[in-house]
């Protein structure tokens, strides 16, 4: 059993920034690739970054790549994802989620067998 809980979200101007932690217990955590999707209103979840157990690989959506960073502390069992400049289109809750640990570092929701119940970004223009 994995527990996710994420924190962090809120309401922030288009341009802004912000940072989206995810506590993780329950796993040995950095023997897991980590991962971060988001779904808002009506759309489909979508990924968004994934970094590996050690915090050496990491992949990004087109969509959020060089402005949001993702990164792991196995120390803290945390996994984080800086987000800037943020634009409306990133308004969605935003999901933490642990593979096990024979996965690998990958986009593909079906790999992660453990999800957090999500936190809300809202980007006003």
């Known amino acids: 059993q994995v527990q996710l809980v994420e924190s962090g979200g809120g309401l922030v101007q288009a341009g802004g920034s912000l940072r989206l932690s995810c506590a993780a217990s329950?796993?040995?955590?950095?023997?897991?690739?980590m991962g971060w999707f988001r779904q808002a209103p009506g759309k489909e979840r979508e990924f968004v970054a994934a970094i590996s157990r050690s915090g050496g690989r990491t992949v990004y959506a087109d969509s959020v790549k060089g402005r949001f960073t993702i990164s792991r502390d196995n120390a803290k069992n945390t996994v984080y994802l800086q987000m800037n400049s943020l634009k409306v289109e990133d308004t969605a809750a935003y999901y933490c989620a642990a593979a096990p640990p024979v996965r690998p570092t990958t986009p593909n929701d079906s790999e992660y067998d453990y999800w957090g119940q999500g936190t809300q970004v809202t980007v006003s223009s």
């Open positions: 329950g796993r040995t955590f950095s023997n897991c690739p």
